[in-house]
């Protein structure tokens, strides 16, 4: 519906305002679904009515009527499932071969803040269009590209996936940087040094201030790693504003401190074996596991790479015997030529499949285990009335085949379309300033 508005209107910004908030909330979007999927019980509802008002699920059933006036979008012939989550990636972070070969250190020297801002708006668009409707992102991101990303979508500017963002990774001197004495200004902003109780409570306030939604932390990626009880610290700290630690874990020993801790979640799988798992099962720590495929683009085929990809899987069955809490996640931040960032971020199903996981409880992990951990599934995620009306839809069923998922044709956010028959169309994204009024507030 066009809305001509007068230019004696237009100076008048909150009246402006008030006709556009009027107009959207009066409009009914009603979406009609072939195969309704609930990722969480694995059941599929055929020929349901969904009906979209303000953003939000306000109707779903087999009997709902659809109002007269109604936008209506067909997706009869489709499966619709709740939108993917990536819980581990750095959308503001693209180390490549040429010119840094792949050492991240000298990104963070030839890409400024502003240039990785945009780089993860673009990723984060490859990420929504190929149904990722959530991102948890931990860090790497330059002085906060990750926080700009998370409220550019907020406020309107650009689309994209929700994010919980991390903003600056906290670690003992250095971070996870070998720097030489001379270039030790370099350690900030990828990293923020925290090495005494007072230093960690600033640095998590620091972060909060600055948009965090999540805070993340080196736990062992020094010989100098955090005590137990510095983890406690970030934890009590954290907990002060709603926020959970995320922990990046390279040690057994490390891993074992941080469970102690009562840490939210352990970030990569390399160090932790039957008894770190049956642990984390006891206190129901999340394995955000990271678990890279073996492909001839990424890691090479060969006898040690082979040996590793099993370690990997074996890893991953030995999580789920334990009855480990598991989310899907890629520690996805470089490029590959000739693929985006949301086509590497699919082939890490390979490690699933490899793993013997079935296509339901991939499907689970992928989603209901993707809004759990990024601690915001009783706000978003869920097709279920009164939440955000994200969703996804392709041809074919998920729950028999996972790389169904590889081909999603249409994808919802916030109630507005943003793919449909295969193509983007963003233009409802773009506001040209903060929408909905108000919200320049968002930070
Ligand atoms: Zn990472």
Redesign the pocket.
Known sequence: MAIVIQPVVMKTKIFSAVVFCAVASAQVTAIRVGHLIDPETGRVADNQILLIQDGRFTAIGANVAIPAGAEVIDLSQSYVTPGLVDA?N?LALTYKMDPENNSYYLTSVLDSTPLRAIQAVSNGITMLAAGFTMVRD???NANYADTALRVGIEQGWVPGPTLINSGLIIGGFGGQFYPVPERESLIYPEYLNADTNDEIIKAVRRNILYGAKVIKICVDCKPYGYTADEMRLFVSEAAKAGLKVAG?VQTKAGAMRAIEAGIWSI?HSGALDDEAHKAMARKGIWRVG?ETPMTEYHTGVNDRTKAAFQRTIDGMKNARSNGVKMAFST?A?YYIPNMTRAQVVLDFLKSWKAADFQAPEILKIMTTNGYLVCDIADKRGPIKVGLPADLIAMRGNPLQDIDALRSVSFVMKDGLVFKKDGLMTPETFFHSGPTPPGSWRIH
Do not use: K, S
Request: glycine letters at 10%; charged letters at 30%; aromatic letters at 0%.
């Open positions: 581990h750095h931990l860090g790497n990046h970030e990271t520690d931040d």
